[in-house]
């Protein structure tokens, strides 16, 4: 009986969040935490799911486009995706699915389902689909499928491994970044979020309908290129809410080219790495307004346990934080867990891989 495995990382981003639905760049990272499905050839035309880890099973046929069961059915818009573009099993499957990223933590457990669904049935068909290729599949399956707001920073994420800078100008170009970075601990404060979709949709809308009224003043406004400089000064009068988110994505995006800067570097010096991450998730808590008392609770803890810089993972509002404390890993991770968080000590992992 035929039979492989697909691994697919989760992610962190480093420097960027909120930044590529908004067409500006991101620095994210793979980590050593996967989605993996098992898979063996069946004797007939379906497609057999169990879900391990929610104790949940799932079945369909290989020869016709399948109805969802549910929003956000990944492996299904997976296969649709490709079968629509002539890739698909022509026999049944057994598919078993698992993995240990934090779920709706800002890990990117979604998007590393999507990427190892599309590795999957593409090696099922017999195909053989280039890292670009899976990255974009993935999204569609995703993101465009369902209507959401999400942008590509996970996928590609997790199909490169390790630490990229992904920028989004005309083309999406990818960077491998060489910078080596130890001592990364996750805590999740266990909040769950309400909505990270609606989340995502909120900002997003706000913050691109005032790019167009700043364009009204600052004609030749261009959130890649304009210079946050000239945004601040047309906004001396501006005390909205909407201004100031736009400010933080403008700011945000200097911030992660100092952060590329930096990364370029195969030993980066690490208490500016952690200065720059603890100015990131100040634009995060203060123009975005996207942390929580428990988050910062946790935080706090961090930095006391000689954590060099903290940040707020994902979407926000809750989920997970990051914290780079290289030696001082133990006491960050005993630090979190006494501020009711659960710790992962964690490392860079490698991309999405079939077996």
Known sequence: MERFSVRAPGRVCLFGEHSDYLGLDVIPAALDLAMTIRCSRRNDLEISIRYLDLNEEDSFRVNSEVTYSHSRDYLRSAFNVLSRRGISPKDGWNLEVTGDIPISAGLSSSSALTVAAIHAFSRMAGKILSPQDVAVRAFEA????????????DHYASVHGGIIHLDLGADYKTTQLPAVIEGLVIGDSLEKKEDTVADLRRIRTVIEKEYQRISEVIPDFN?????????????????????????????NRDLTQRAYELLLNQNPDLEELGHLIDLHHSLLKTGLKRSTKKIEAMISAAKSAGALGCKIN?????????????????????AIE?????????????????E
Request: proline share 3%.
């Open 142 to 153: 995703e993101v465009v499928e369902f209507g959401e707001s999400g942008g590509m920073q």
């Open 223 to 251: 959130q890649r290129t304009t210079s946050t400089k000239r945004v601040t000064e047309i906004s001396a009068a501006e005390s909205t809410e909407a201004r100031r988110m736009a400010l933080a994505s403008l700011e």
């Open 314 to 334: 994902g979407s926000g509002g809750g989920g997970t934080m990051l914290a780079i404390a290289p030696g001082n890993e133990i006491a960050v991770t005993e």
């Open 338 to 354: 006494g501020a009711g968080g659960i710790p992962y000590r964690i490392k860079i992992g490698s991309g999405a891989s079939i």
